[in-house]
């Protein structure tokens, strides 16, 4: 199908290359919120080449569509794209207002009216997926760790930040696609502003304990724990070490745990403590 300009789109394989290429954020300033550019424009050569194509931030491809900024200058970041270089993509802010924060997850829902803090799912008092509560309105939270227990994207305060050394993520609207491998998406998450997000799937590591979530409910190392349940506490899930939270809708103190890959995956399990 067409654009509304006639050209043909990117091909989604192509898609995906450049996002990877480029670092998931703009070659220039890292900024996770990006548009596709021809870096010479398509009317001159009229056709979709991967090597061609980069990711500008609305604010650089504005510049270089209304002449502000020169081909040159965009090409060269292109050669050596900033989140490449940083290893990870600066902090974009997520907003949210000032309600009852909501969240859902593996058809699971989580409310908290009384202020402080909503937290759905937590791994040894680590929260993995949660609101804070401030004056100011809500902060989201959430981390996505692989199994060495190191960030793939995390959000704290409501500031995104992505590492730029994966297979793919994929930022369109309110959605937050991150994929392991074709068809493997690992997470992939609704942002529902003023108040509240839906985890539509994701599959959750930390400290050698597996959660994963879909519409089939949620899975902690491959049982199901919950489907269809709705939480009115400020804490739903707490697995392993719980003493940070007093008031927790389903505890699961004692799981097993996944063999550490490295030495500095043990340390980070050990420091964190066991169930």
């Known amino acids: 199908m067409s654009s509304p300009t006639g050209r043909p789109p990117v091909p989604e394989p192509m898609k995906r290359a450049v996002r990877r290429r480029c670092g998931f954020g703009c070659v220039l300033c890292g900024v996770p919120i990006y ?8 009317s001159q050569v009229q056709r979709h080449e991967e090597e061609n194509l980069t990711l500008l931030c609305p604010t650089h491809h504005q510049d270089k569509t209304h002449g502000r900024m020169s081909v040159e200058t965009v090409s060269a970041a292109n050669a050596d794209p900033v989140n490449l270089r940083a290893g990870v993509t ?8 000032s309600g009852p924060p909501e969240i859902e997850m593996g058809r699971n829902w989580f409310r908290w009216t009384r202020g402080g803090y909503l937290v759905a799912l937590a791994v040894d008092n ?4 949660g609101f804070r509560q401030e004056e100011g309105g809500l902060l989201l939270a959430l ?34 696609i991150l994929r392991q491998g074709p068809g493997d998406i690992i997470l992939q998450l609704l942002l529902q502003p003023p108040s509240k997000v839906t985890v539509e799937r994701a599959r959750f590591r930390c400290n050698g304990v597996i959660i994963e979530a879909g519409t089939e409910g949620l899975f902690v190392n491959g049982e199901n724990v919950g489907l269809g349940n709705a939480y009115e506490t400020p804490v739903g899930y707490a697995i392993g070490r719980r003493d940070r939270f007093p008031s927790v809708g389903c505890r699961i103190p004692r799981v097993l745990r996944y063999q550490a890959l490295r030495a500095g995956s043990d340390q980070a399990g050990n420091g964190a403590g066991g169930g």
């Open 143 to 176: 981390l996505v760790l692989d199994e060495y227990n190191l960030p793939l994207l995390q959000v704290v305060d409501s500031e995104l930040q992505i590492a730029s050394a994966q297979w793919d993520v994929e930022i369109t609207g309110p959605r937050i």
């Open 126 to 129: 680590l929260t993995l997926v």
């Open 35 to 42: 548009q596709i550019d021809h870096i010479v424009d398509y």
């Open 90 to 97: 600066p902090p974009h802010t997520l907003y949210f207002g």
